[in-house]
């Protein structure tokens, strides 16, 4: 695998990751992370906003935000230059180890049902689906909604999983 380097974000680069955001996650959406959205998640406390380095810029980002008893995986892009070498699978791995760090077992997600290669992907990681919800994305496509729980490396039992930020 080449060398990526995984680090917190920095506010510098918030307006990188809302462009990888709107090119790769919201194609034939209205944007919905701008460089503002992530910027408070870089300084929230209870976000984490990771990103995978090479030399030639991000490569990839992640983030994610803790409560209590589960997690929310808002955003995962890799540029497509960097797919399929294991940095996806890195900064989910680091992202889940700090979930179980701060207690926090069960990890939620929602997906674009036509996005396939991340139906795979999650599921290959151990989550599993919960329900389909039409309409999820401004109206437009329907949402997969997936969770995992950490401890046991499965997905979460339906039910467990309900995120109230």
Same mark, same amino acid.
């Given at each position: 695998?080449?060398?990526?380097?995984? $680090?917190?974000?920095?506010?510098?680069?918030?307006?990188?990751? #809302?462009?990888?955001?709107?090119?790769?996650?919201?194609?034939? +959406?209205?944007?919905? !992370?701008?460089?503002?959205? =992530?910027? !408070?998640?870089? &300084?929230?406390?209870?976000?984490?906003?990771?990103?995978?380095?090479?030399? /030639?810029?991000?490569? /990839?980002?992640? =983030?994610? &935000?803790?409560?209590?008893?589960?997690?929310? %995986?808002?955003?995962?892009?890799?540029?497509?230059?960097?797919?399929?070498? *294991?940095?996806? &699978?890195?900064?989910?791995? @680091? +992202?889940?180890?700090?979930?179980?760090?701060? *207690?926090?077992? =069960?990890?939620?997600?929602? %997906?674009?049902?036509?996005?396939?290669? #991340?139906? #795979?992907?999650?599921?290959?990681?151990?989550?599993?689906?919960?329900?389909? %919800?039409? *309409?999820?994305? $401004?109206?437009?496509?329907?949402?997969?909604?997936?969770?995992?729980?950490?401890?046991?490396?499965? *997905?979460? =039992?339906?039910?467990? !999983? $309900? @995120?109230?930020?």
């Amino acid at each position: 695998m080449d060398h990526y380097s995984l $680090q917190p974000a920095r506010i510098a680069d918030a307006a990188r990751l #809302a462009a990888m955001s709107q090119e790769f996650v919201e194609a034939g +959406l209205r944007p919905a !992370w701008s460089a503002a959205r =992530i910027t !408070w998640h870089v &300084r929230h406390p209870d976000s984490v906003v990771l990103t995978a380095k090479a030399a /030639g810029g991000v490569a /990839g980002f992640g =983030i994610m &935000r803790y409560a209590d008893n589960v997690a929310h %995986l808002n955003l995962l892009a890799v540029e497509p230059a960097h797919r399929r070498r *294991g940095v996806a &699978r890195r900064l989910m791995n @680091w +992202l889940e180890e700090t979930a179980l760090t701060a *207690g926090t077992f =069960i990890i939620g997600l929602e %997906l674009r049902a036509t996005n396939e290669a #991340a139906y #795979a992907f999650y599921s290959a990681l151990g989550y599993l689906e919960l329900e389909r %919800l039409p *309409g999820y994305y $401004q109206g437009v496509e329907p949402a997969i909604v997936m969770s995992r729980d950490v401890r046991t490396g499965r *997905g979460a =039992i339906p039910g467990i !999983w $309900q @995120w109230a930020p």
